[in-house]
Structure formats: C-alpha cells, structure tokens
C-alpha cells in the first residue's frame, strides 16, 4: 500500500497555516482568571492572574486588528507569535 505524498504535504501545510485561534469564551478557557483587560488602537489585551507578582497576557478581544496587535505587542516586549497563538475572547 502506498501513500500519495503530495497530499499527505498539502494536509501538513494546511495544519501549518491557520489563521488565528478559534474565538472561545472566558469560561471555555481553562487557563488563568481574567483580571484585567487593556484596550489599545489595537484592539483588547486580556490579562490574568500568574505566579509571580503582576499580570500574564492571556489573550486578545475579539475587537482585534492582527497586523496592528503585532506592533502593540513589540512595543511591550513581547512576542508577535502569541497573535497566533493566545485565545481570542468574545468581548
């Protein structure tokens, strides 16, 4: 039996290439409480409870703009993949 590999790349480049994380609800993430939310020109920054003192970015509102997010992250010192990667909240 032989597989076909060009499908077998188009299905890993599809897995590869999602656009954003589906949006969720606050209680649908099992993660850290939601204390805080920021907005900015950018949209909403979700923020929640961590270990150590302060906050932890959790994820984004609904509200946001990718490409300007990208920007509003590297001004805090923080890295542009969690656009891709942290949950987007309906707000």
């Known amino acids: 039996m032989t597989t076909n590999p060009t499908t077998t790349q188009t ?6 290439t ?3 994380p589906q949006q969720t609800t ?3 993430f099992g993660g850290p409480q939601i204390v ?7 949209g909403t ?3 929640g409870d961590c270990e150590k003192p302060g906050k932890k970015l959790i994820g ?6 990718p490409e300007a997010m990208i920007k509003e992250l590297r001004k805090r010192n923080h890295g542009h993949g969690a656009v891709r990667n942290l949950p987007v909240f309906e707000m």
């Open 60 to 65: 984004f509102g609904s509200d946001m703009d």
């Open 36 to 42: 805080d939310t920021e907005q900015t020109d950018a």
């Open 18 to 20: 999602t656009a954003r």
């Open 45 to 47: 920054l979700v923020w």
């Open 26 to 28: 606050p209680a649908d």
């Open 11 to 16: 299905d890993a480049t599809a897995a590869r």
